[in-house]
Each structure stands twice: as structure tokens, then as C-alpha cells.
């Protein structure tokens, strides 16, 4: 079984830094994107970053120059260093990862983590 473990949220003040981890454990074959998501109370849920295998990079336009999504493949592990943080930015900060459980599998399925909360206060 797959499960993604995040941890690193919390409150700052506005024009701080936090630094999410997400680790990826259990048994699989391989994983291919990464991602971070958010969702903001009363709105729908939105892509943040993501890294693809081969180190591909994307970001939603308002976080670019402010966070960095990051990637261990040795620690099965993603990372998202946000800086100079916005009220705005405040959300529950969900890690994704497209995992292929084993060999034989059709395909990479995605899977999600328990959530982290940050908040930031202005």
C-alpha cells in the first residue's frame, strides 16, 4: 500500500518562509510526477507545482519566484520551499504523486496526502 506523509505547515507572518515535505513509502515500482495542490476554504482545489521524473518544473503563476518544488528520487521524497508567503497563499497544502505499484501495471495512478495546513498573517 501507498501513503504519502506530509509535514512542514504552520502559521507565518506574511513575507516568511515554510518549508512542506512530502515522503512517499509503502511498496511500488516507480513514481513519476510529483505535485503540491492547495485548497483555500470555499474554493476548489488548485495545482501549486509540480516536477516531473526527468526534473521538469511548473508553477501556478502568482507563486513563481516565491516557491520551489524540489524533488529527493533517492528519498522517494518532494519538497516546497515558499518564500516571501501572501495571505492569499493560505490553504491546506496537499502533496501528489503518479505511482506505478508494480512491474505489470497498466499504469501510473495517482495518489494523495493527508493534507497540511498553513496559514499566514498579515
Known amino acids: 500500500q501507498v501513503q504519502l506523509v506530509e509535514s512542514g505547515g504552520g502559521l507565518v507572518q506574511a513575507g516568511g518562509s515554510l518549508r512542506l515535505s512530502c515522503a512517499v513509502s509503502?511498496?511500488?515500482?516507480?513514481?513519476?510526477?510529483m505535485a503540491w495542490y492547495r485548497q483555500a476554504p470555499g474554493k476548489q482545489r488548485e495545482m501549486v507545482a509540480t516536477?516531473?521524473?526527468?526534473?521538469?518544473?511548473n508553477y501556478k503563476d502568482s507563486v513563481k519566484g516565491r516557491f520551489t518544488i524540489a524533488r529527493d528520487n533517492a528519498k522517494n521524497t518532494v519538497y516546497l520551499q515558499m518564500n516571501s508567503l501572501k495571505p492569499e497563499d493560505t490553504a491546506v497544502y496537499y502533496c501528489?504523486?503518479?505511482?506505478?505499484?508494480?512491474?505489470?501495471?497498466?499504469?501510473?495512478?495517482?495518489?494523495w496526502g493527508q493534507g497540511t495546513q498553513v496559514t499566514v498573517s498579515s
Open positions: 516536477a516531473g521524473s526527468g526534473g521538469s518544473t
Open positions: 509503502g511498496t511500488f515500482f516507480d513514481i513519476d510526477a
Open positions: 501528489n504523486a503518479e505511482v506505478k505499484t508494480t512491474y505489470y501495471s497498466g499504469r501510473y495512478v495517482p495518489y
